[in-house]
């Protein structure tokens, strides 16, 4: 394992639903990211934080709302997702944010939106 | 269009044999070059990280190449495993945090 953990694994949730993806990373790191993976697609990064500060924002909509109480947990607070949502959510961590710092992944979220 | 680009999209071998995969990109100014494992339903995991003054990096039965001036890089597998049946994703970067992803090759490894 990478020592970064993903609950839930697997999500179903209504166009009204709102939930909360959460990322919890065992490695002692200060950076966390949020990433998209759609089917056949390149990963989309969406957030990035360091020293639970957010440092970047791939212009996201609004309907995903990040939150890092702490360097060591993330979360991804989901309202009003449309059906184009449905796919695999990642969450990630490094040391820093050092061009040669590696990020290690977790085993994501499979969303799907109905 | 992706400024990176795989291929091929997919690719089946059999067991014991060698694979090339290909990364062209056009990335620039360029930092670093990564590749990355991704099992079926799993996160990637980094496999070689290579900077420009780098032309090779071996992990194991993975070597991967790296050619700044036609921005061209390939990974190698060397007597494939079943196990080695994965998505390999390159991914280039340029500045802090400007990481630009490839759609990945899908690698079927038959016994």
């Known amino acids: 394992e990478t020592g970064v953990t993903q609950t839930p694994r697997h999500l179903v949730m209504g166009m009204t639903n709102k939930k909360s993806l959460k990322c919890e990373q065992h490695?002692?790191?200060?950076?966390m990211y949020w990433y998209k993976q759609s089917a056949k697609k390149p990963l989309e990064l969406m957030f990035v934080?360091?020293?639970?500060?957010?440092?970047e924002n791939n212009s996201v909509p609004s309907r995903f709302s990040p939150e890092c109480p702490n360097s060591s947990h993330l979360f991804l607070h989901l309202h009003t997702l449309q059906p184009e949502d449905s796919a695999l959510y990642l969450c990630?961590?490094?040391?820093?944010?050092?061009?040669?710092?590696?990020?290690?992944f977790g085993p994501g979220t499979r969303l799907t939106v109905l | 269009k992706n400024q990176v680009e795989q291929s091929p999209q997919s690719l089946i071998i059999l067991e014991g044999k060698n694979c090339t995969l290909q990364?062209?990109?056009?990335?620039?100014?360029?930092?670093?070059l990564r590749w990355y494992k991704q099992d079926t339903g799993r996160g990637p995991v980094s496999l070689t990280i290579?900077?420009?003054?780098?032309n090779t990096k071996s992990n194991g039965r993975y070597t991967a190449t790296l050619d700044a001036d036609t921005k061209q890089s390939s990974l190698h597998i060397t007597a494939s495993q079943l196990s080695d049946s994965a998505s390999y994703i390159c991914?280039?970067?340029?500045?802090?945090?400007?990481?630009?992803f490839g759609a990945g090759t899908r690698l079927t490894v038959k016994p």
């Open positions: 934080y360091s020293l639970e500060e957010r440092v």
């Open positions: 490695l002692g790191h200060n950076a």
């Open positions: 290579m900077t420009f003054s780098e």
């Open positions: 990364c062209n990109y056009t990335v620039s100014p360029f930092s670093n």
């Open positions: 990630a961590s490094s040391q820093g944010q050092g061009i040669t710092d590696t990020q290690y």
């Open positions: 991914v280039v970067s340029a500045i802090l945090h400007d990481m630009r």
